[in-house]
């Protein structure tokens, strides 16, 4: 029996500009050579399977994935658009990251980056606000700065009273945005529909006090149906923003609330919980990219991508490709990145998060720039003069790092952010 992986591989296949391409990064399992582990990865990923088949007539042969670039243990494959469903995120998935992870011909196999054709691209909405949406209709900028993101901490635990007075006194403090934590959804402590009513309440105070714009991150999570009922109730009090942890919730799901959103006129704050479970381990699994890639297709209006200097493990070199593809209308390929365009679809703003304080804001502006989100939980709740404090500290940081003031230096003007600077300095959470 001949091998049916082999019609799979083909070098000197050139995609079409209507093809969808994977870089995948290829571990075979011992004695299976490089062209066979990905001819199996083609096959089972598109429309072959182990058997010789009587039923392969030659228009499903057309249709078949093609690795057609192999570089050391780095591989393409081209895919022909008929073997997606337009506007699906759930079908793509489970055809370019499916049953592939699970071959026994692979030690190791991860999914770095897809390049989708245009027809793909605009079978998607994207976001309904983007980067002009939030810092201009929502905020309404004229000059723009870093908005900064709270969460109360601890995560979970807090009554609901306890949870909103920590938001206003960050709201009084100067945070612009005020986020759940990814694992606070509708305890028994801290209800979802008793706390939006404080916390709009809050909000709305903290608005007439300082004469400034505030927003909610209102975390939704849930079955679909209650996300589609919670997002209703916080556009019925007033709120701009819902929070989706998208991988928790899924992706057929996040689409359902991209839909409902639009009708509602919220934007989408993106949280990515889960998604070091599979993009941790440099030679397994999938890219944050792709995932950042699949949101924006879909429609967040901002997602995480790490820090660098903060508690989470992130790279400068992956920080900064997420940056540019979250961020950019054109994608140039560079390394494990392949190139894109993004026609329709709006750039989505980057949320730096995971160990903030004051002392690391300067790394974080320098690195992503001014249109971005700048999040701290006990970077300000652990400010040795509490949170309004902690609150100050930190956008006394943000308004030295954008006018290229040295933090020492400000910090004798400004007590909060001197209190921070002796307290915590210059440390890196771990």
Not at 24 to 37: D, M, N, Q, W
Not at 159 to 187: I, P, R
């Amino acid at each position: 029996m001949e091998d049916p992986y082999r019609d799979f591989v083909d070098l000197k296949y050139s995609p079409s500009k209507d093809d969808l391409v994977c870089l995948f990064r290829v571990e075979p399992a011992k004695g299976i050579s490089i062209k066979e582990a990905i001819g199996r990865v083609a096959s089972e990923s598109s429309n072959g399977t182990w058997a010789e088949l009587t039923t392969l007539k030659e228009h499903i042969r057309r249709i078949r994935a093609r690795a057609f670039s192999i570089k050391g243990n780095m591989v393409k494959v081209a895919y022909p658009l008929p073997l997606f469903e337009l506007g699906s995120i759930p079908q793509l998935m489970s055809s370019v990251a499916g049953n592939i992870f699970g071959m026994k011909a692979l030690k190791n196999l991860r999914l770095e980056d897809i390049e989708f054709p245009e027809k793909y691209v605009r079978s998607f909405k994207g976001p309904q606000f983007g980067i002009d949406g939030v810092f201009g209709k929502i905020f309404k900028m004229k000059e723009r700065r870093p908005l900064l993101a709270h969460v109360p901490k601890p995560k979970v635990g807090m009554t609901t009273e306890e949870h909103a007075n920590v938001a206003k006194n960050a709201w009084l403090g100067g945070v612009d945005l005020l986020k759940d934590d990814e694992n606070l959804t509708s305890q028994s402590f801290n209800t979802f529909d008793r706390r939006m009513r404080l916390m709009f309440k809050y909000r709305d105070y903290a608005e007439k006090v300082t004469g400034e714009k505030k927003s909610y991150l209102a975390n939704i999570t849930a079955e679909t149906n209650e996300m589609i009922r919670r997002a209703r109730l916080v556009k019925e009090l007033g709120g701009e923003y819902v929070m989706v942890d998208i991988l928790t919730a899924g992706w057929a799901a996040l689409q359902t609330v991209r839909e409902e959103c639009e009708d509602l006129g919220l934007a989408i704050h993106a949280h990515r919980a889960f998604h070091a479970a599979f993009t941790r381990n440099p030679k397994h699994g999938m890219s944050m990219l792709v995932v950042a890639k699949l949101a924006r297709l879909i429609g967040v209006d901002q997602i995480h991508i790490g820090t660098v200097v903060g508690k989470l493990e992130a790279s400068r070199r992956e920080v900064e490709d997420l940056d540019t593809e979250i961020t950019e209308k054109s994608v140039k390929e560079m390394g494990d990145v392949l190139k894109q365009e993004w026609y329709n679809i709006k750039p989505v703003v980057p949320v730096s998060s995971g160990g903030l304080h004051p002392g690391l804001v300067p790394y974080v502006v320098k690195l992503l720039g001014k249109e971005i989100v700048i999040q701290a939980g006990g970077g300000i709740d652990g400010h040795p003069k509490g949170v309004y404090a902690g609150a100050k500290a930190m956008r006394q940081a943000i308004e030295a790092s954008i006018e290229g003031i040295d933090l020492e230096e400000y910090a004798k003007s400004h007590k909060e952010l001197n209190e921070a600077l002796q307290y915590w300095g210059y440390l890196k959470p771990v």
